[in-house]
T-cell receptor, first 108, second 113 residues
Framework: DTGVSQDPRHKITKRGQNVTFRCDPISEHNRLYWYRQTLGQGPEFLTYFQNEAQLEKSRLLSDRFSAERPKGSFSTLEIQRTEQGDSAMYLC??????FGPGTRLTVL | AQSVTQLDSHVSVSEGTPVLLRCNYSSSYSPSLFWYVQHPNKGLQLLLKYTSAATLVKGINGFEAEFKKSETSFHLTKPSAHMSDAAEYFCVVSVRGTYKYIFGTGTRLKVLA
């Protein structure tokens, strides 16, 4: 257990639905990252927060994706109008070193 | 652009024999490089990192990696494999001037009894 928690651990949804994931990083860490990992691939960077400020976003993060970290503590990642191609493991990292267990999204 | 290439998608070794997982990097600058391990159904764990100090970096669980600028390599080694080392290993480079970390495609290590 790295001290980073993610919720839910698994999410199955139908195409077109919206989903939201939550990440609780280690409390004293001000850096938070989101990654996406598909089967057989390494994680791909999605976005980075320093405290509540979103300082970098990948071009992978289409308009349907939005991330927030309102008080510089937990973060949420929302995917609107999900597509089958969004099926992946979504990983959160605290301070780039400590990764959470991930949320596995399956879009039917 | 910075990138890493993991030269082997799968490596099999016998328990007690040395492990070598190969990674080459591409970078215009002196890079920061990392190795992570991912056990089945577990989160990613940082094994070690190189940030332009000593070229031989020691990590957890007996792993080490050597930064070789002339060969643009950062190979991961361990003298004696243990069954518990069976996992996926990722070589990672941080992109200078950004907050991005770029992961390689991974090497799956199998340890045979």
């Amino acid at each position: 257990d790295t001290g980073v928690s993610q919720d839910p651990r698994h999410k199955i949804t139908k195409r077109g639905q919206n989903v939201t994931f939550r990440c609780d990083p280690i409390s004293e860490h001000n850096r938070l990252y989101w990654y996406r990992q598909t089967l057989g691939q390494g994680p791909e960077f999605l976005t980075y927060f320093q405290n509540e400020a979103q300082l970098e976003k990948s071009r992978l993060l289409s308009d349907r994706f939005s991330a927030e970290r309102p008080k510089g503590s937990f973060s949420t990642l929302e995917i609107q109008r999900t597509e089958q191609g969004d099926s992946a493991m979504y990983l959160c990292a605290s301070s780039a070193t400590y990764f959470g267990p991930g949320t596995r999204l399956t879009v039917l | 652009a910075q990138s890493v290439t993991q030269l082997d998608s799968h490596v099999s070794v016998s328990e007690g024999t040395p492990v070598l997982l190969r990674c080459n990097y591409s970078s215009s600058y002196s890079p920061s490089l990392f190795w992570y391990v991912q056990h089945p159904n577990k989160g990613l764990q940082l094994l070690l990192k190189y940030t332009s100090a000593a070229t031989l970096v020691k990590g957890i669980n007996g792993f080490e990696a050597e930064f070789k600028k002339s060969e643009t390599s950062f190979h991961l080694t361990k003298p004696s494999a243990h069954m518990s080392d069976a996992a996926e290993y990722f070589c990672v480079v941080s992109v200078r001037g950004t907050y991005k970390y770029i992961f390689g495609t991974g090497t799956r290590l199998k340890v045979l009894a």
